[in-house]
């Protein structure tokens, strides 16, 4: 599978409602989207949620709960394709 050049993902940021947009999906536009380093949250259903790895390090505002971790500083779920590459999220 070819890698999208843009997905649309979530956008999830502290205080605010979470908002769908369409990100440059390459190294540059993720760590953008999450201000700095990132790992994967797999959330299942094809989901990853992507999260600053340093943002409590870095003292980033808390965000959201997922499981029993709560992440600091902005963070978007994409989809995950069976190749394992970011891919759009759909409309639902």
Known sequence: ????NTIRI???EPSKAPYAKDMVNNLEGIKAEVEGHFECVYLG???IAV???EGKLRDMT????????????????CGDSQDGEFISLSDD
């Open 51 to 53: 999260v600053n790895e």
């Open 62 to 77: 808390l965000n959201r709960r997922i499981g029993n971790d709560i992440i600091a500083g902005p963070f978007f779920i």
């Open 45 to 47: 259903n094809n989901c």
């Open 1 to 4: 599978m070819k890698q999208e």
């Open 10 to 12: 979530l956008k999830i």
